[in-house]
Protein backbone atom coordinates (compact mmCIF):
# COMPACT_ATOMS: atom_id res chain seq x y z
CA UNK A 1 0.00 0.00 0.00
CA UNK A 2 1.44 3.33 -0.57
CA UNK A 3 1.18 5.68 2.11
CA UNK A 4 0.61 9.38 1.83
CA UNK A 5 2.09 11.67 4.50
CA UNK A 6 0.89 15.21 4.36
CA UNK A 7 2.98 18.29 5.68
CA UNK A 8 2.49 20.05 7.97
CA UNK A 9 -0.61 18.97 10.06
CA UNK A 10 -1.86 22.60 10.25
CA UNK A 11 -0.92 25.70 8.27
CA UNK A 12 -1.36 28.89 9.91
CA UNK A 13 -2.10 31.91 7.64
CA UNK A 14 -3.64 35.29 6.41
CA UNK A 15 -5.49 36.42 3.77
CA UNK A 16 -3.29 37.19 0.83
CA UNK A 17 -0.36 35.13 1.60
CA UNK A 18 1.16 32.00 0.13
CA UNK A 19 0.25 28.48 1.25
CA UNK A 20 2.63 25.47 0.15
CA UNK A 21 1.36 21.90 1.09
CA UNK A 22 3.43 18.96 1.00
CA UNK A 23 2.49 15.47 0.30
CA UNK A 24 5.36 12.87 0.04
CA UNK A 25 4.57 9.19 -1.03
CA UNK A 26 5.95 5.62 0.33
CA UNK A 27 6.60 4.45 -2.93
CA UNK A 28 6.35 6.29 -6.82
CA UNK A 29 3.23 7.39 -7.78
CA UNK A 30 2.50 5.79 -11.20
CA UNK A 31 1.78 7.78 -14.59
CA UNK A 32 1.72 10.84 -11.94
CA UNK A 33 -1.89 9.82 -10.49
CA UNK A 34 -2.35 12.31 -7.90
CA UNK A 35 -4.87 14.45 -6.96
CA UNK A 36 -6.05 16.92 -4.27
CA UNK A 37 -8.95 17.92 -2.83
CA UNK A 38 -10.47 20.49 -0.91
CA UNK A 39 -12.89 20.04 2.22
CA UNK A 40 -15.23 22.42 4.06
CA UNK A 41 -16.53 21.02 7.51
CA UNK A 42 -20.03 19.42 6.76
CA UNK A 43 -19.43 19.00 3.27
CA UNK A 44 -18.22 16.18 0.65
CA UNK A 45 -14.74 16.86 -0.87
CA UNK A 46 -14.22 18.64 -3.73
CA UNK A 47 -11.47 17.86 -6.57
CA UNK A 48 -9.18 20.67 -7.18
CA UNK A 49 -6.24 19.12 -8.96
CA UNK A 50 -5.56 15.94 -11.02
CA UNK A 51 -2.20 14.38 -12.54
CA UNK A 52 -0.59 16.15 -10.18
CA UNK A 53 -0.48 19.75 -11.71
CA UNK A 54 -3.88 19.59 -13.46
CA UNK A 55 -6.37 21.61 -12.16
CA UNK A 56 -10.15 20.67 -12.30
CA UNK A 57 -12.78 22.78 -13.56
CA UNK A 58 -13.92 25.52 -12.32
CA UNK A 59 -11.08 25.86 -9.92
CA UNK A 60 -9.16 29.00 -9.58
CA UNK A 61 -5.69 29.81 -11.11
CA UNK A 62 -4.74 30.85 -7.23
CA UNK A 63 -4.58 26.75 -7.28
CA UNK A 64 -1.20 24.98 -8.82
CA UNK A 65 0.19 21.68 -8.38
CA UNK A 66 3.18 19.99 -9.09
CA UNK A 67 5.57 17.17 -8.48
CA UNK A 68 6.31 13.67 -9.54
CA UNK A 69 7.33 10.66 -8.28
CA UNK A 70 7.37 10.47 -4.63
CA UNK A 71 7.01 14.20 -3.61
CA UNK A 72 4.08 16.41 -4.73
CA UNK A 73 3.14 19.93 -3.70
CA UNK A 74 -0.63 22.00 -3.73
CA UNK A 75 0.32 26.02 -3.78
CA UNK A 76 -2.28 28.17 -2.86
CA UNK A 77 -1.26 31.81 -4.38
CA UNK A 78 -2.91 34.22 -2.58
CA UNK A 79 -5.28 32.69 -0.10
CA UNK A 80 -8.84 33.87 -0.18
CA UNK A 81 -11.34 33.83 2.98
CA UNK A 82 -13.06 30.57 1.40
CA UNK A 83 -10.08 28.72 0.94
CA UNK A 84 -9.53 27.89 4.88
CA UNK A 85 -10.12 24.51 4.54
CA UNK A 86 -8.49 21.03 4.95
CA UNK A 87 -6.16 19.57 1.86
CA UNK A 88 -6.02 16.14 0.85
CA UNK A 89 -3.86 14.23 -1.84
CA UNK A 90 -5.13 11.11 -2.80
CA UNK A 91 -3.51 8.64 -4.99
CA UNK A 92 -4.41 6.15 -7.58
CA UNK A 93 -1.00 4.83 -9.00
CA UNK A 94 -2.05 1.30 -6.75
CA UNK A 95 -5.19 0.78 -5.34
CA UNK A 96 -6.25 4.36 -3.43
CA UNK A 97 -5.13 6.16 -0.43
CA UNK A 98 -5.57 9.19 0.67
CA UNK A 99 -3.40 11.53 3.53
CA UNK A 100 -4.57 12.72 6.28
CA UNK A 101 -4.83 15.98 5.62
CA UNK A 102 -3.63 19.19 5.83
CA UNK A 103 -5.88 21.94 8.42
CA UNK A 104 -5.14 25.72 6.63
CA UNK A 105 -6.65 27.76 9.42
CA UNK A 106 -6.74 32.03 9.36
CA UNK A 107 -4.06 33.02 11.35
CA UNK B 1 -24.78 17.59 -14.43
CA UNK B 2 -24.00 14.67 -12.65
CA UNK B 3 -25.24 14.00 -9.24
CA UNK B 4 -25.18 11.59 -6.34
CA UNK B 5 -27.04 11.04 -3.52
CA UNK B 6 -26.61 8.42 -0.91
CA UNK B 7 -29.64 8.19 1.57
CA UNK B 8 -28.98 5.59 4.17
CA UNK B 9 -29.84 3.57 7.08
CA UNK B 10 -28.31 6.28 10.05
CA UNK B 11 -27.91 3.46 12.09
CA UNK B 12 -26.61 -0.07 12.26
CA UNK B 13 -26.25 -2.64 15.25
CA UNK B 14 -22.76 -4.29 15.92
CA UNK B 15 -22.11 -7.87 13.68
CA UNK B 16 -24.83 -6.60 11.40
CA UNK B 17 -24.35 -5.73 7.55
CA UNK B 18 -24.28 -2.25 6.62
CA UNK B 19 -26.27 -1.46 3.22
CA UNK B 20 -26.08 1.58 1.35
CA UNK B 21 -27.33 2.29 -2.25
CA UNK B 22 -26.54 5.82 -3.97
CA UNK B 23 -28.19 7.42 -7.11
CA UNK B 24 -26.95 8.68 -9.88
CA UNK B 25 -28.96 11.38 -11.59
CA UNK B 26 -28.24 14.00 -14.96
CA UNK B 27 -25.99 10.53 -16.17
CA UNK B 28 -25.49 6.35 -16.02
CA UNK B 29 -23.57 4.13 -14.38
CA UNK B 30 -23.93 2.80 -17.90
CA UNK B 31 -20.75 4.74 -19.05
CA UNK B 32 -17.56 2.70 -19.59
CA UNK B 33 -15.94 6.13 -18.92
CA UNK B 34 -16.18 5.98 -14.80
CA UNK B 35 -15.53 4.00 -11.59
CA UNK B 36 -18.34 4.08 -8.90
CA UNK B 37 -16.71 4.64 -5.74
CA UNK B 38 -17.03 4.61 -1.75
CA UNK B 39 -15.30 6.60 0.62
CA UNK B 40 -15.77 6.88 4.33
CA UNK B 41 -14.72 9.55 7.07
CA UNK B 42 -14.87 8.57 10.50
CA UNK B 43 -15.72 11.24 12.87
CA UNK B 44 -12.83 14.10 13.20
CA UNK B 45 -10.57 11.98 10.70
CA UNK B 46 -9.52 11.59 7.21
CA UNK B 47 -10.62 10.22 4.18
CA UNK B 48 -10.78 6.15 3.28
CA UNK B 49 -11.13 4.64 0.19
CA UNK B 50 -13.78 1.51 0.35
CA UNK B 51 -13.85 0.24 -3.26
CA UNK B 52 -15.06 0.58 -6.96
CA UNK B 53 -17.22 -0.73 -9.44
CA UNK B 54 -17.48 -0.63 -13.20
CA UNK B 55 -19.89 -0.99 -15.30
CA UNK B 56 -18.29 -4.33 -17.03
CA UNK B 57 -18.67 -5.61 -13.53
CA UNK B 58 -15.14 -5.44 -12.76
CA UNK B 59 -14.31 -4.17 -9.11
CA UNK B 60 -11.26 -3.19 -6.85
CA UNK B 61 -11.43 -3.18 -2.81
CA UNK B 62 -9.60 -1.88 -0.56
CA UNK B 63 -7.53 -4.85 1.04
CA UNK B 64 -7.89 -3.90 4.94
CA UNK B 65 -11.74 -3.90 3.86
CA UNK B 66 -11.91 -6.08 0.96
CA UNK B 67 -12.93 -9.66 3.12
CA UNK B 68 -16.14 -7.39 4.30
CA UNK B 69 -17.46 -5.12 1.18
CA UNK B 70 -19.45 -6.25 -1.71
CA UNK B 71 -20.08 -3.18 -4.48
CA UNK B 72 -22.98 -3.79 -6.94
CA UNK B 73 -24.42 -2.18 -9.87
CA UNK B 74 -28.47 -2.01 -10.47
CA UNK B 75 -28.62 -0.43 -14.16
CA UNK B 76 -32.13 -0.75 -14.14
CA UNK B 77 -32.69 1.87 -11.46
CA UNK B 78 -28.92 3.38 -11.99
CA UNK B 79 -27.75 3.00 -8.91
CA UNK B 80 -24.64 1.81 -7.21
CA UNK B 81 -24.75 -0.05 -3.49
CA UNK B 82 -22.02 -0.82 -0.61
CA UNK B 83 -22.45 -3.60 1.66
CA UNK B 84 -20.44 -4.12 4.40
CA UNK B 85 -20.59 -6.99 6.66
CA UNK B 86 -20.03 -7.95 10.25
CA UNK B 87 -19.28 -4.11 11.38
CA UNK B 88 -18.09 -2.84 14.60
CA UNK B 89 -17.88 0.46 16.11
CA UNK B 90 -15.14 1.35 14.26
CA UNK B 91 -16.95 1.49 11.07
CA UNK B 92 -19.10 4.32 12.12
CA UNK B 93 -18.12 7.15 9.62
CA UNK B 94 -19.58 9.39 7.23
CA UNK B 95 -20.06 7.13 3.67
CA UNK B 96 -19.92 8.99 0.43
CA UNK B 97 -20.41 7.94 -3.10
CA UNK B 98 -18.36 9.32 -6.08
CA UNK B 99 -17.75 9.08 -9.65
CA UNK B 100 -13.97 8.17 -10.43
CA UNK B 101 -12.93 9.28 -13.96
CA UNK B 102 -11.35 6.11 -15.82
CA UNK B 103 -8.29 7.32 -17.69
CA UNK B 104 -7.28 10.26 -14.96
CA UNK B 105 -8.60 8.29 -12.23
CA UNK B 106 -9.58 11.13 -10.28
CA UNK B 107 -12.79 11.64 -8.07
CA UNK B 108 -14.66 14.64 -9.70
CA UNK B 109 -18.29 14.00 -8.30
CA UNK B 110 -19.54 13.20 -4.79
CA UNK B 111 -22.69 12.70 -3.16
CA UNK B 112 -22.93 14.88 0.09
CA UNK B 113 -22.23 11.95 2.32
CA UNK B 114 -24.62 9.68 4.70
CA UNK B 115 -23.54 9.39 8.53
CA UNK B 116 -23.83 6.06 9.82
CA UNK B 117 -23.40 4.84 13.27
CA UNK B 118 -22.83 1.65 14.32
CA UNK B 119 -24.03 1.51 18.15
CA UNK B 120 -26.60 -1.25 19.55
Known amino acids: EIVLTQSPGTLSLSPGERATLSCRAS???????LAWYQQKPGQAPRLLMY???RRATGIPDRFSGSGSGTDFTLTISRLEPEDFAVYYC????????FGQGTKVEIK | QVQLQEPGPGLVKPSETLSLTCSVS??????????WSWIRQPPGKGLEWIGY???????NYNPSLKSRVTISLDTSKNQFSLKLTSVTAADTAVYYC????????????WGKGTAVTVSS
Open chain 2, 98 to 109: AREDLIDQYMDV
Open chain 2, 26 to 35: GGSVRSGSFY
Open chain 2, 53 to 59: IHYSGST
Open chain 1, 27 to 33: QNVFSNY
Open chain 1, 51 to 53: GAS
Open chain 1, 90 to 97: QQSGSSRT
